[in-house]
Each structure stands twice: as structure tokens, then as C-alpha cells.
């Protein structure tokens, strides 16, 4: 990170910067079978969940400007014989897309992987991110460590990560959404977040 680049914890003044800036991110990328983004609104509801880690809210600032954001939440795994709570999920992480392919993504991942070991989280989930991307890091997919989708099936886009070595295991565990999810397909909300994003000249 040059001097003109910062990573630095979010604060209440971003919020509205980094939601545009998801918006923006996540316009930019074809889903299938998906026509609108909704990551934004995600990250406004993420931020007031009990499951948010606040301590690894992080945005890049440049310039005055917020050009990158990453956000976690807390995913336990129940197993048979334990309940692991010290498993993250990483929930949203956006860039400027006119700044894609500048590593800007890379290094809020290091950043935070770091300082998520250092508070003594020991794994990290994505529910769905891509392989190809993610693979860099040392995310693997979530199969290999026996945790299956919802559904129970082994979904390509769920990745897992340890921090410490053996803590996942190989016996899985079931897991569920953040309670924010029933809002986020919530359509009256979405489209009531939406008129007020929209208005706000964001
Ligand atoms: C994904 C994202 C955060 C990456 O940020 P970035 O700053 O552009 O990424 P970096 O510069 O660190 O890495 C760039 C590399 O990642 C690759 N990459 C970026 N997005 C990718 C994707 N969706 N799938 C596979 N590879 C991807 C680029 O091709 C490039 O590869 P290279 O290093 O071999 O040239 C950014 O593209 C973004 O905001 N995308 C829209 C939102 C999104 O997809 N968020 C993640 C949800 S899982």
C-alpha cells in the first residue's frame, strides 16, 4: 500500500460510500440467473447483525475517496462432539471497478486474514466466491474439510480456509445464514433500501 493508499477499519462516515461502492462492484459482475445486486444492501444489514465482526470492517481509502471494503461475520460449525466458534465467513469484499486487477483485492484479504489469526479466529468461510480467485489465498473447496451446502451438496462456490492448521478438521459441521438473509429476499425491504439509496444522490 503506497502513501497514498490506507487500509483502515470503516467508520459511520463511510457507510454510504462503501454501500455505493458495493453497489458499483457487484453491478459489474454477470450472475446467473441473477438481475440485479442486492451486495450493497447486504452489507447495510450485515453491519447491525449480531454475527458482524466490526474489528474486521475494513475499507481502503485513497485520496479522501473509499475504493475497497471488506466484512465478516461469525459462522459457528456444530459438529456431533463440538460447536467451533472461532469460524468467519467472509461476507462481502468490493473494489472500485475502474481499479480491478491492482491487487487492491489481494491485499485487503492478507490484511485482515492476518488480523482475524491475531484475534484469534481459526477459520474463514466464503459462501460463495470464485475458486479461481480465492485459490491464491489458500481457500479450498469447503468439501475438502467435509462441510457440505444447506442442501447437502458440495457447492464449488463454498470455500473454506484454516487458519490454524487442523482446526476444521475433515468432519464437517452444519452451519446456518445469518439472520439478515430473511430481510435481504425480503422484497418490500430491498425495494425501501433501494428508493432511499437511490435518492440520496449515493
Ligand atoms: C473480486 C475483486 C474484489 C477482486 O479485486 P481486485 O482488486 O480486482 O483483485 P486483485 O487485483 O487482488 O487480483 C486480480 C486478479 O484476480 C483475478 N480475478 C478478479 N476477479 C476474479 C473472479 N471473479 N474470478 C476469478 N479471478 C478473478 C483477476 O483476473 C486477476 O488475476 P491475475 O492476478 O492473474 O491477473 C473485484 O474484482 C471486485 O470488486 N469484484 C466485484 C465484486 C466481487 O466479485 N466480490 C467478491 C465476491 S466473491
Do not use: C
Not at 493508499?5 to 440467473?33: C, H, N, W
Not at 441473477?34 to 447486504?42: C, G
Not at 447437502?152 to 452451519?175: P, T
Request: zero cysteines; proline letters at 3%; hydrophobic letters at 40%.
Amino acid at each position: 500500500m503506497n502513501k497514498h493508499k490506507e487500509i483502515r477499519l470503516e467508520t459511520q462516515k463511510d457507510y454510504k460510500s462503501v454501500e455505493k461502492l458495493t453497489f458499483d462492484a457487484f453491478e459489474t459482475m454477470a450472475l446467473p440467473g441473477r438481475d440485479f445486486t442486492n451486495e450493497h444492501f447486504y452489507a447495510h444489514l450485515l453491519r447491525n447483525d449480531k454475527s458482524f465482526i466490526p474489528e474486521l470492517d475494513f475499507v481502503i481509502e485513497s485520496n479522501g475517496r473509499i475504493i475497497g471494503n471488506i466484512m465478516y461475520n461469525l459462522l459457528p460449525l456444530t459438529t456431533d462432539n463440538t460447536i467451533k466458534d472461532k469460524v468467519l465467513s467472509l461476507a462481502v469484499l468490493s473494489v472500485k471497478p475502474e481499479l480491478h486487477g491492482q491487487g487492491l483485492g489481494a491485499s485487503l484479504i492478507k490484511h485482515t486474514l492476518k488480523e482475524a489469526k491475531n484475534l484469534g479466529y481459526k477459520a474463514v468461510l466464503i459462501l460463495g466466491g470464485h475458486p479461481e480467485y480465492y485459490n491464491r489465498f489458500g481457500f479450498l473447496p469447503a468439501s475438502q474439510y467435509g462441510l457440505k451446502w444447506l442442501d447437502g451438496s458440495e457447492l464449488d462456490a463454498f470455500l473454506a480456509l484454516e487458519l490454524e492448521n487442523g482446526y476444521l478438521g475433515n468432519d464437517g459441521g452444519s452451519w446456518e445464514l445469518p439472520e439478515i438473509f430473511n430481510t435481504l429476499v425480503n422484497e418490500e425491504a430491498f425495494n425501501l433500501f433501494q428508493e432511499q439509496f437511490f435518492k440520496n444522490g449515493v
